[in-house]
């Protein structure tokens, strides 16, 4: 769905912030392929927007459940 306009607009700037900064290093080096195989498919701005999406769950998720970053979890683009 991806990230809406409700809730703190101050958090989901810096999602968004967080989003251009990943895709940004994903051009210089292709740590994770799924990030550059969306950018052939969408749109820049979308692909931020998905990312943010993603950094988000993954916040959710670390906080909410108690578990580690896992970098695996990054890398099949899910």
Request: net charge positive.
């Amino acid at each position: 769905m991806g990230i809406s306009k409700r809730g703190n607009a101050y958090l989901r700037t810096l999602l968004m912030h967080a989003a251009r900064s990943v895709v940004l290093k994903s051009h210089e080096a292709s740590t994770w392929p799924w990030l550059q195989t969306l950018l052939k498919r969408r749109p820049y701005n979308v692909v931020v927007a998905a990312v943010a999406n993603k950094l988000a769950r993954t916040i959710w998720a670390v906080l909410a459940k108690g578990q580690a970053w896992s970098a695996q979890a990054w890398q099949g683009g899910h």
